[in-house]
């Protein structure tokens, strides 16, 4: 259409082999420009480039004497595209500009001369803003795979941090049990059978919980966790001390407490002496305030526990899990020889008042 534009005016052979020369030209460096990479490639071949547009762009003008359509609207587009961000704005404005005081050298009635200046400026937004719109398909894709990639890293953190909630607790306690099942098992057959009993259930109910981790439904009660908890440390004879005093609970809290009781049931097991074991709550704060477990043991040895090793991060793991609901997790060894680990975390309790709660009134038999 360009092209056409000129041969309008009946330019002389030589003027038309100008243009003719010098819109492949163009067209070459302006898909060249156009490309997602040309702006990383080095300053000097982008300068190089956009002299060369400027040079086919500006040339044909002497050469016809008469400002050609919207030439220079693609050098504007190219200026935008491959110039660093301020400058490339004042070279923009420049090339706009350059149009408005040829069209006055070459004496342009002063309509032609607005017309041509404001399709310079439009013709080069147009191809800056097509140009940018490719790149940035290419980058919306690209981060749709990095997301992607980003899901399923997470699915595989929270699948391996719910196995080493699950599994490191029950491994414990079966580990215990079949301990003393087979101290039992020729004094006290009785008892030990007792025992294996309780080791099938919990292979079982440990079954039931890989199953819900698989497919991403697990939820946790306090209540419950606190019962299998109070089982456990009875087996290893640490006596267990539980006084909830918190009113409900939502789902996400009751699961993290659930989570941290394990948790810190597994530490007493794993890393202590303890002869007693203490697990309390109480409500901090107004109605809708927030809710502070503490589980506390003696025998505790000097460092404080880690869960350690593939798929297991210990503390660290219940920190992530209470920050993602604003609660926090302090951990000590205090000079009592004993082991605190204490949690808060917002209840988000209903309007009613709060009343002293134990799991016997959720339909647990923990004392």
Known sequence: MIFLDVLSEHPSPHAALWCGVALPVTAVL???????????????????SLALQAIVT????????????????????????????????VLYTGVVLSIVVSGAALGADMLDIVYLSISTAVIGLIVYGLSRLSGLVAELIAAREDLAQLAVVRERMRFASDMHDLLGFKLSTITLKAELANRLVDSRPDDAHTEISEILDICRQALADVRQVAHGHRRLSLAVEAQQVRTALSAARIR???????????????????????????????HSKATRCRITTEVIGNVKGRVRLSV??????ARLPQSRGIGGTGLASLTDRLSALHGTLTACVTGGNEFELVVEVPSRATQRAVRPWTPASQGSTVA
């Not at 939502?250 to 530490?267: M, W």
């Not at 506390?296 to 040895?301: E, K, L, Y």
């Open 30 to 48: 302006q898909v060249w420009h156009s490309s997602p990479t040309a702006a990383d490639r080095p300053a000097v071949h982008r300068a190089a």
């Open 58 to 89: 500006y040339l044909p003008l002497l050469a016809v004497k008469r400002e050609w359509g919207g030439m220079a609207g693609f050098l504007a587009g190219s200026v935008l595209l491959l110039v660093p961000r301020v400058l490339s704005w």
């Open 240 to 270: 267990t001390d539980i006084d909830f005093r918190h009113g409900p609970l939502s789902a996400e809290a009751d699961t993290v407490l659930a989570i941290v009781v394990r948790e810190a049931a597994t530490n007493v097991l794993r």
């Open 296 to 301: 506390r043991n003696d025998g505790a040895v």
